[in-house]
């Protein structure tokens, strides 16, 4: 099993930033990706941004340039997601995910962006 620990969230006004944090614990396996994916009120979890192990990098069309998401070189177990430029379409519950041969979740963050 793993479990992930995310952190971060909060209530900031449009053109704002924060920075999301995910901590991954249990049945970590070196080769892995991680990740955020969203979910506004009224629509589907979607992708926001993805890192694997490697360090490669996928981005929504949404974020790209906004967004970057990066892992702890120490610590592979760790992804953060930095946040810059927030708009009111960005407010959702901020969810991390683990991939490695199923997903898991966390149990989201939310992000509020007021105009």
């Known amino acids: 099993q793993v479990q992930l620990a995310e952190s971060g969230g909060g209530l900031v006004q449009a053109g704002g930033s924060l920075r999301l944090s995910c901590a991954a614990s249990?049945?970590?396996?070196?080769?892995?990706?991680m990740g955020w994916h969203r979910e506004a009120p009224g629509k589907q979890r979607e992708l926001v941004a993805i890192?694997?192990?490697?360090?490669?990098?996928?981005y929504s069309d949404s974020v790209k340039g906004r967004f970057t998401i990066s892992r702890d070189n120490a610590a592979k177990n760790t992804v953060y997601l930095q946040m810059n430029s927030l708009k009111p379409e960005d407010t959702a519950v901020y969810y991390c995910?683990?991939?490695?041969?199923?997903?898991?979740w966390g149990k989201g963050t939310l992000v509020t962006v007021s105009s």
């Open positions: 995910i683990y991939r490695w041969g199923m997903n898991y």
């Open positions: 249990g049945s970590i396996f070196e080769i892995n990706t």
């Open positions: 890192i694997s192990s490697g360090g490669r990098t996928t």
